[in-house]
Every structure is written in structure tokens, then in C-alpha cells.
């Protein structure tokens, strides 16, 4: 019996210590650059990382409407992610030029506190997205095309968004301009 004691100790320990590690999480955490949106996890023994010498450059095509007026669009937000994960693992943030253009849809993001609140009765929950990224250098495009269908004018809009002739005017100008088209 005594030379069990030893055996069961070894391998409580162990299944503990397994337990353990099964038991831990990989939580996304904001930061470095916005630290209240744009959760990222952290990954370990990465096989691809950017050259973190070069410039990345990418325009955003955002069309996607939430059916909940009081919830802000993830699209909008995967910008701050973009930022917080490239700077995380070492991409200067002046290396970084990110724009995005709303249309279809997602026009209603654009839209300023008091024609969100009289249209949806509610506040714009993608006010502060779009202000924080204009404030970093993201160019924020509207589809004027959309805008006009939709039977807004410039004045309707957030301040930080400029109104283009269309989506596919400015996806193609940024493109041509050597920016990765990315679309959710």
C-alpha cells in the first residue's frame, strides 16, 4: 500500500496541473492603441507576421446593416482591431493608413446624433467608432449614391465623414492607390 501513496500523489498532481491548463483562456484584450474597443487576442510562435518595414495599407468596404439600431456596426470596429493587432506585434502606427467607406446599409451609421435619434430613437452607437478613427487619420467615406437614395443630405451626417460620388468610386480610386480592398 505504501508504494501506491507515492503513485497516487504523482498522479493527482498531474491531473491537477492538466486541469489547470485546460482550464486557461486565450481573452482578447484591447490596446495599444484603443483601449476601449478593438479586442485582439495575443497568439504565440506566430509562422507569419508583417514586414513590420512596410507600409500596410487597406480601405475597408462596409455595407453591413445591423438590424438593431442600438448596436454599433463590428464592421466599423474591426478598424480598431486592425490597429491594436498590427501595432501589438510591432507595426509602427504611422505605418499604418486604413480607410473605409459606408454604403448600402450601413449609410445610417453615418449619421449624426440628432437625425440617428429622430429617425431611430436612439443614439448613434457608431458615433464614437467613426470619430476615434478619424481622429487616428482614417479617411471615413460615405456612398453619396446611398446617401442620396436614402434621402439624406451632407448636413444629416457625422462631421468626420466625407461624402463621395460613390462606393465604387473611392473603392477603386484606393485600390488603384496600391490599398487591399478588405470585405466582410
Known sequence: ?????????FLSLMFIQTSLTFGQKNEPTTGPVFNDVGAVFSIADLDFLPDTSKDLKAIFDIDRKQTDPSTSNPIISSLHRYYNMHVRYGVPKDKIHLALVLHGSSTKDALSPTVYKEKFNTDNPNRNLIKTLSEIGVDVYLCGQSMSSMGYSK???LPEVKVALSAMTVLTAYQINNYALIKF
Open 155 to 157: 448636413e444629416d451626417l
Open 1 to 9: 500500500m505504501q508504494n501506491r501513496s507515492p503513485l497516487l500523489l
